[in-house]
């Protein structure tokens, strides 16, 4: 259930670019949703002790533009310049400002629909988000000038008070990314290695970035934008916008490791029947034979055989000859690693 991304041969195509804007946008979103990036508590319950408290407000209110979908001048590079923002920002007509800005409430199996159509659905989704956020939402419908120039002057003050040399520690590193990406030649090799939870298909002309969102893409004709980011952290955020470039944030430093999601997916597979869990109880504090397992629980058993065949497949039991006995003992690691790997694997 991978994003595959179909890149063609020219290598054109792809391109590196960084953002002031984006960047920006990733650390509002960790500032918001902390328990996403425990890497970035520490700054996070910092800048919110530093921050003025309607500035906090502010930015929760308008919080639903940093989630799992966000507006395109937020997320592409290209889309919006990048030290002078501000101003373009503040330019963008009020009609596109809020087309753009609703997009995450305004998404229906995967594309963004027209605000006349669903005016009444986007409040209404906005509701459960809390009176803030429909308070927003409703200044974007009623007053889009009022609204854009509203959060154009929340996203400087935050820039200012807390940002700005946040975005002068970074840029040198992620440009340095860009320079060294790029001169690797080829896309191949300068996609290489951008996370272990992405991959260039063995040379078959695609990136493959594993999320559990299950469709291909094709970059011809749109092109390819990678994003460096320090504040994204684990979120690989892939936008497929129509008539835009298909756009992939990645982390910068490369993370050691990334869950596995088809092997996540099937470790839940084996633990999801209920005779698997009985097998995993009887081997949990002490190894154990088939045989010792199916006279505790009677089973039959090349019934536990079975069981345990499926276990060690997804690497949750593991086998110790003694003798003529094979003990099974489980495979502690892996059962403590699910949790945090499923939902790693789900926030991607």
């Not at 944030?249 to 029947?273: I, K, M, S």
């Not at 006995?325 to 945090?340: E, M, P, T």
Request: positive net charge.
């Amino acid at each position: 259930m991978p994003i595959s991304l179909l890149v063609p041969e020219d290598s054109t195509e792809v391109s590196f670019a960084v953002s002031p804007l984006v960047e920006l946008a990733s650390a509002w979103h960790v500032l918001v949703a902390e328990g996403h990036h425990t890497d970035r508590a520490d700054w996070a319950a910092a800048t919110r002790s530093a921050l003025p408290a309607d500035l906090t407000a502010a930015l929760e209110a308008w919080s639903f533009t940093v989630s799992a979908i966000r507006p395109v001048w937020l997320v592409d590079p290209t889309f919006a310049p990048g030290e002078g923002w501000p101003a373009w920002l503040r330019a963008l007509a009020p009609a596109r400002f809020a087309e753009l800005t609703l997009r995450p409430l305004l998404r229906v199996r995967g594309r963004s629909g027209r605000i006349a159509d669903q005016r009444a659905e986007v409040v209404a989704l906005s509701r459960a988000r809390g009176p803030a956020a429909t308070r927003a939402v409703q200044l974007v419908l009623d007053d889009p000038e009022r609204a854009r120039d509203t959060l154009a002057a929340v996203l400087e003050r935050f820039w200012h008070l807390c940002f700005r040399d946040e975005w002068r520690r970074s840029a040198p590193t992620l440009r340095a990314e860009v320079r060294a990406r790029t001169r690797r030649g080829g896309w191949p090799a300068s996609l290489r290695d951008l996370s272990p939870a992405v991959s260039t298909g063995d040379g078959s002309g695609r990136l493959v970035v594993d999320k559990f969102q299950n469709k291909t893409v094709p970059v011809a004709g749109r092109g390819l934008v990678l994003v460096p980011t320090r504040f994204g952290g684990q979120h690989l955020y892939v936008a497929d916008e129509p008539d835009r470039p298909v756009v992939v944030h990645y982390p910068v430093p490369v993370p050691p490791r990334a869950a596995d999601r088809r092997l996540t997916v099937r470790r839940l597979g084996a633990l999801a029947h209920p005779a698997r869990l009985e097998v995993c109880r009887a081997i949990a504090v002490e190894p154990r034979s088939a045989r010792e397992i199916a006279r505790l629980w009677r089973f039959t058993e090349s019934a536990v055989t079975k069981h345990l065949s499926v276990l060690r497949a997804a690497d949750l039991v593991r086998a110790e000859r003694v003798g003529h006995f094979v003990r099974y003992s489980l495979n502690d690691s892996a059962i403590q690693a699910l949790g945090a790997d499923l939902l790693e694997a789900l926030r991607r």
